[in-house]
């Protein structure tokens, strides 16, 4: 069936530097990509997504980029933050549709 | 609006009882959908829900578990004869019909059955 591959499954990095999650899908049909951030004991919030007529999209220090043919995309944080500390979950799905296939998350610590 | 509201935040049940959670979605958001998280592992979607169908519902939900949206807007989700395994954090999310549409989720429920 249809999965989503996330790594690393944990990343530490010093305060400023920058962070990368990669994630890989399997349904080629998949054309919305959304990321969402997960604090402890809260419900997943989006946080920037992409669609496949993008190959990337900024917002801020957050960056996604996607490459259709590969059946990639990853989430890109520069200047991170003690606040950036968080789970972060990928998503594949379909626009407009109404379930996604979720990664197993990365857990990033930024170390003050 | 403030967003996805779920109700209770926390359930501790023992094995056997029913339980029901309750989700209100954002207002006019037609869709809407259940997930269940377990411990370090991501949202798996459960069943959906355009206005008041249930257009679809996963494998992974048992016959012990039902979901409606009596009027198209909150939904409820029942579990009958609970058991150890149900325990995880049970997602409301919702969001609008159309081709850019974004799932926004509620803070979650989360189950533990003893």
């Known amino acids: 069936g249809e999965n989503v591959e996330q790594h690393p499954s944990t990343l530490s990095v010093q305060e400023g530097d920058s962070a990368v999650i990669k994630c890989t899908y399997s349904?080629?049909?998949?054309?919305?990509f959304p990321w969402y951030k997960q604090e402890l004991g809260k419900g997943p919030q989006l946080i920037i997504d992409?669609?496949?007529?993008?190959g990337e999209k900024k917002d801020q220090r957050i960056a996604v980029t996607l490459n259709k043919t590969a059946k990639h995309f990853s989430l890109h944080i520069t200047e991170t933050q003690p606040e950036d500390s968080a789970v972060y979950f990928c998503?594949?799905?379909?626009?407009?549709?109404?379930?996604?296939?979720f990664g197993t998350g990365t857990r990033l610590k930024v170390l003050a | 609006d403030t967003g996805v509201s779920q109700d209770p935040r926390h359930k501790i049940t023992k094995r056997g009882q029913n339980v029901t959670f309750r989700c209100d979605p954002i207002?006019?958001?037609?869709?809407l959908y259940w997930y269940r998280q377990t411990l370090g592992q991501g949202p798996e979607f459960l069943t959906y829900?355009?206005?008041?169908?249930?257009?679809?519902k996963s494998r992974l939900l048992s016959d012990r578990f039902s979901a409606e949206r009596p009027k198209g807007s909150f939904s409820t989700l029942e579990i009958q004869r609970t058991e150890q395994g149900d325990s995880a954090m049970y997602l409301c999310?919702?969001?609008?019909?159309?081709?850019?549409?974004?799932?926004?989720f509620g803070q979650g429920t989360r189950l533990t059955v003893v």
């Open positions: 999310a919702s969001s609008l019909v159309g081709p850019d549409t974004e799932a926004f």
């Open positions: 349904d080629s049909a998949s054309n919305y």
């Open positions: 992409i669609r496949s007529n993008v």
């Open positions: 998503a594949a799905g379909t626009s407009g549709t109404y379930k996604y296939i």
């Open positions: 207002s006019e958001h037609n869709r």
């Open positions: 829900f355009q206005n008041e169908a249930q257009l679809e």
